[in-house]
Nanobody
């Protein structure tokens, strides 16, 4: 079992910054890749960024150079961070933390709203 709790969403003007955090806990976390997804109103959920078990990082093209993902781990706990800079109105969405756990499946956080105004 994995628990995920996001924090750090909010409202910001275009060009501003926000930092999202995800507190993850669970005995199987060492076998989980960590991801940030987002879902804008009326659109499908999309993968924004991920860190694999081996530490490989990926970003979707629209956020490259603006978002930075990082994580720290202590035994059965991880803190996943998404630093978002130079935010655009199209970044407005609910952002979800996810743990992709080998042989088990996907766990999701409750989501946190990010609103970017022009």
């Amino acid at each position: 079992q994995v628990q995920l709790v996001e924090s750090g969403g909010g409202s910001v003007q275009a060009g501003g910054s926000l930092k999202l955090s995800c507190a993850a806990s669970g005995d199987i976390l060492r076998w989980c890749a960590m991801e940030w997804h987002r879902q804008a109103l009326g659109k499908e959920r999309e993968l924004v960024s991920s860190i694999t078990i081996r530490g490989t990082i990926t970003y979707t093209d629209s956020v490259k150079g603006r978002f930075t993902i990082s994580q720290s781990q202590d035994n059965t706990k991880k803190t996943l961070v998404l630093q978002m800079n130079a935010l655009k109105t199209e970044d407005t969405a609910v952002y979800y933390c996810a743990a992709q756990c080998a042989g088990v499946g996907v766990y999701w956080g409750q989501g946190t709203q990010v609103t970017v105004s022009s």
